[in-house]
């Protein structure tokens, strides 16, 4: 939403003071120690913007209170796993050589908004001192939350969340889901399921010596399956909930939620292995609007949220020319999970096409977890029957060398290669 968008849905400003009031009366604990993940678009239109949120925040805790955010910078991390996108092999060595050592003060955070970005460099806040993991954290237990962050495992056992687990601190989602729960990852740390592993990462460090690539383990992480998970943790009616100005807000104690989510995981992953897929095609519709701009955010990190999701909702305001499903697959209590999507178009003329119009698959994004389980191939059929009816015998995509295994994906799916662009055609009957 456009700041001028946000004036127009307010009826009234949401200010340090009103937002301070309305997290204590949501049970935001004076004197009591809070890990927050925060959206400031989805207050509405705010008075002094992230900083306002932020000191809301702080006198909600009161002086006695500690804050604590997430402070990522997974930028600085090993090139062979990126994907989104990833880079060429030729290049990796320049950026294991090259890429900034990380600096508590100086490194920024990534992908996580501008109240996490400016909360790391107000006055007093500290921050772990993990290069890829770190954390966040003002009040009187700010040291004793972030120190000896692991270099292994890093939201493990030696992490800032085992530290808030100890102090039973509260979450709070506000504006958020619980995809962002950070602190569903301590609870994988402490589930079990067949096909957990850990990854070899690295990333890069200063020290009195000088700067140094250094090499850690860390665990196979996924998300896709905390929206779920935090679907069943609410069910069981431990989560407060409440409006703080225009954002859902959720509070509840993370030692309820991460001893709830490793019972959830070790029995729900488990399952979930031992059985194939069954998938559900759903079309995306504008009550789905925020779960598809966070999903498209993970296909195109480069963009901005903001400007993905208004691209998001304008594509659907054109349903004669523009379609989006998502691949679900779930059971009935829980409700479907969302493994990936298609994003379509109607192209009157496309390069290579020969002049005709075709459909055309403007992005399509499997959840790492469900990769190798025939997601793509569901979507692209679902692709191939909106371009019949749509009355076109092409459908089209594109791709770029950039993105391992995307060519040998669109030849297995049954496109051929057209020399134009990278693009990749396939012929429907």
Same mark, same amino acid.
Request: proline residues 7%.
């Given at each position: 939403?456009?700041?001028?968008?946000?004036?127009?849905?307010?009826?009234?400003?949401?200010?340090?003071?009103?937002?301070?009031?309305?997290?204590?009366?949501?049970?935001?604990?004076?004197?009591?120690?809070?890990?927050?993940?925060?959206?400031?678009?989805?207050?509405? =239109?705010?008075?002094?913007?992230?900083?306002?949120?932020?000191?809301?925040?702080?006198?909600?805790?009161?002086?006695?209170?500690? !804050?604590?955010?997430?402070?990522?910078?997974?930028?600085?991390?090993?090139?062979?796993?990126?994907?989104?996108?990833? $880079?060429?092999?030729?290049? =990796?060595?320049?950026?294991?050589?090259?890429? &900034?050592?990380?600096?508590?003060? #100086?490194?920024?955070?990534?992908?996580?908004?501008?109240?996490?970005? !400016?909360?790391r460099t107000l006055p007093g806040v500290q921050r772990?001192?993990?290069?890829?993991?770190?954390?966040?954290?003002?009040?009187?237990?700010?040291?004793?939350?972030?120190?000896?962050?692991?270099?292994?495992?890093?939201?493990?056992?030696?992490? &800032?969340?085992?530290?808030?687990?100890?102090?039973?601190?509260?979450?709070?989602?506000?504006?958020?889901?619980?995809?962002?729960?950070? @602190?569903?990852?301590?609870?994988?740390?402490?589930?079990? =399921?067949?096909?957990?592993?850990?990854?070899?990462?690295?990333?890069?460090?200063?020290?009195?010596?000088?700067?140094?690539?250094? %090499?850690?383990?860390?665990?196979?992480?996924?998300?896709?399956?905390?929206?779920?998970?935090?679907?069943?943790?609410?069910?069981?009616?431990?989560?407060?909930?409440?409006?703080?100005?225009?954002?859902?807000?959720r509070l509840f104690r993370q030692r309820e939620l991460?001893?709830?989510?490793?019972?959830?995981?070790?029995?729900?992953?488990? #399952?979930?292995?031992?059985?194939?897929?069954?998938?559900?095609?759903?079309?995306?519709? &504008?009550?789905?609007?925020?779960?598809?701009?966070?999903?498209?955010?993970? !296909? =195109?990190?480069?963009?901005?949220?903001?400007?993905?999701?208004?691209?998001?909702?304008?594509?659907?305001?054109?349903?004669?020319?523009?379609?989006?499903?998502?691949?679900?697959?779930?059971?009935?209590?829980?409700?479907?999970?969302?493994?990936?999507?298609? %994003?379509?178009?109607?192209?009157?003329?496309?390069?290579?096409?020969?002049?005709?119009?075709?459909?055309?698959? %403007?992005?399509?994004? $499997?959840?790492? @977890?469900?990769?190798?389980?025939?997601?793509?191939?569901? !979507?692209?059929?679902?692709?191939? %029957?909106?371009?019949?009816?749509?009355?076109? /015998?092409?459908?089209?995509?594109?791709?770029?060398?950039?993105?391992?295994?995307? /060519?040998?994906?669109?030849?297995?799916?049954?496109?051929?290669?057209?020399?134009?662009?990278?693009?990749?055609?396939?012929?429907?009957?």
């Amino acid at each position: 939403m456009s700041e001028g968008d946000a004036v127009l849905a307010a009826t009234a400003p949401a200010t340090r003071a009103s937002l301070a009031a309305e997290l204590a009366a949501l049970g935001v604990p004076r004197g009591g120690v809070l890990i927050a993940h925060l959206s400031l678009s989805a207050l509405g =239109w705010t008075a002094g913007g992230a900083l306002a949120l932020l000191d809301a925040l702080g006198d909600a805790l009161g002086p006695e209170g500690t !804050l604590v955010l997430p402070a990522f910078s997974s930028d600085l991390s090993e090139p062979s796993r990126w994907q989104a996108p990833p $880079v060429p092999e030729a290049w =990796w060595e320049t950026i294991r050589a090259e890429l &900034p050592a990380f600096d508590p003060a #100086r490194t920024p955070t990534r992908g996580l908004g501008r109240a996490p970005e !400016l909360f790391r460099t107000l006055p007093g806040v500290q921050r772990s001192t993990h290069p890829t993991s770190s954390f966040a954290a003002r009040g009187p237990l700010a040291a004793e939350l972030l120190g000896g962050h692991s270099l292994d495992l890093p939201l493990g056992e030696g992490s &800032p969340l085992a530290r808030l687990y100890e102090r039973d601190a509260r979450v709070l989602l506000l504006g958020v889901g619980h995809e962002r729960n950070t @602190s569903l990852h301590l609870a994988e740390h402490r589930a079990s =399921w067949p096909a957990k592993r850990t990854l070899r990462q690295g990333a890069p460090v200063r020290e009195p010596s000088g700067r140094r690539w250094v %090499e850690f383990d860390e665990l196979d992480v996924r998300d896709d399956d905390f929206p779920a998970c935090g679907r069943a943790f609410a069910a069981s009616g431990a989560e407060r909930s409440g409006r703080v100005a225009r954002a859902e807000a959720r509070l509840f104690r993370q030692r309820e939620l991460v001893d709830f989510a490793a019972a959830w995981f070790s029995e729900q992953r488990s #399952r979930a292995q031992s059985a194939p897929l069954e998938l559900e095609l759903r079309p995306v519709g &504008p009550a789905e609007l925020e779960r598809w701009a966070e999903l498209r955010h993970r !296909l =195109w990190p480069q963009g901005e949220p903001s400007e993905l999701r208004a691209e998001a909702e304008q594509l659907l305001s054109e349903p004669a020319r523009a379609q989006a499903y998502f691949a679900c697959a779930g059971d009935e209590a829980l409700g479907p999970q969302v493994l990936g999507f298609v %994003e379509l178009t109607r192209r009157e003329r496309a390069p290579g096409s020969g002049g005709q119009p075709v459909g055309y698959v %403007e992005g399509w994004y $499997v959840e790492p @977890s469900a990769r190798g389980q025939g997601v793509g191939r569901f !979507l692209i059929a679902a692709a191939r %029957e909106w371009t019949r009816a749509q009355g076109l /015998r092409l459908l089209a995509s594109d791709t770029t060398p950039r993105y391992r295994g995307s /060519r040998a994906a669109h030849l297995a799916l049954g496109f051929r290669e057209v020399r134009v662009e990278h693009r990749f055609l396939c012929e429907l009957a």
